[in-house]
């Protein structure tokens, strides 16, 4: 089947990883296959708070316990099956006040229906340029295979995150290998307005001896999402992580608005 076909071409990279970074702490999010129809605009904010995260630098990237990550994005359908969208990203650190943290280019793209596919598949490509503290000194590429499945009420999704640092190797002659960071959600629809989710977020980490520690990440966020209106969805949900690698308690929020 070409979906596990793809998940495990995916896998198989992982494990030629090698620093795993933090989970994304400006969007956390499980994209779905379908993209915005044509000539529609969306504008989605981003609120999220890490009341228990990172304590200490790793490299130039700042401890993320107490921050508050504000991101804005603005998508725009250019055909039935292509959108793209750029970000505005800002952070509040304690002691430090508010701060731009960088910025994102993306573009997704999905199967036309005609296709007539058992499961709905997209991808996504995502340009980064963070602020060193917010993401590491250079800029990354994102590409994530996605594939979806709605079973009545019920939908399920797999985004196959491949992240790579596109400074690698300039500077301390180090390579970088791609990232594994696979994401899923669980759905079901309770209502017109109200449905339940589960979401997990992870990078795979190794260890370099016995007594090394892991430098996996595993999140599991439980949330809901509102329909507040034909233009208006919430989403709010409180994650924990069971590893120290990443950040274990976190409080995030996601509010869409079409036009």
């Given at each position: ?35 915005l ?14 009341a ?45 006040g508010?701060?731009?943290?960088g ?36 800029p ?103 590893t ?16």
């Amino acid at each position: 089947m070409k979906t596990r076909t793809v998940f495990m071409i995916a896998l198989s990279l992982s494990a030629l990883t090698g620093h795993l970074s933090a989970q994304d702490p400006f969007e956390i999010v499980v994209y779905p296959a379908a993209t915005l129809t044509r000539g529609e605009w969306e504008l989605e904010t981003h609120l999220n708070y890490t009341a228990r995260g990172t304590t200490t630098f790793d490299g130039t990237v700042a401890p993320t316990e107490h921050q508050t990550h504000l991101s804005f994005e603005l998508s725009h359908g250019i055909t039935s099956w292509w959108e793209a969208s750029a970000y505005f990203l800002s952070a509040y650190r304690p002691g430090l006040g508010a701060q731009y943290a960088g910025w994102r280019l993306r573009s997704r793209v999905s199967a036309p229906a005609r296709w007539k596919l058992p499961v709905e598949v997209g991808f996504s490509a995502e340009l980064e340029a963070p602020r060193p503290a917010y993401g590491g000194a250079s800029p990354t590429l994102e590409l994530s295979p996605i594939v979806a499945k709605r079973f009545g009420a019920l939908r399920l999704g797999l985004n196959a995150n491949l992240e790579r640092d596109l400074g690698a190797g300039e500077a301390g002659g180090t390579e970088q290998e791609w990232e594994f960071e696979p994401s899923a959600v669980a759905a079901y629809r309770l209502s017109s307005v109200v449905t339940a989710r589960v979401e997990y977020h992870g990078a795979l980490g190794e260890k370099t001896g016995p007594l090394a520690a892991s430098t996996a990440v595993h999140q599991i966020f439980p949330g809901v999402d509102l329909d507040l209106g034909k233009e208006i969805a919430l989403g709010l949900s409180v994650g924990f992580g069971t590893t120290s690698a990443g950040n274990r308690l976190v409080f995030a929020s996601r509010l869409e608005l079409d036009f």
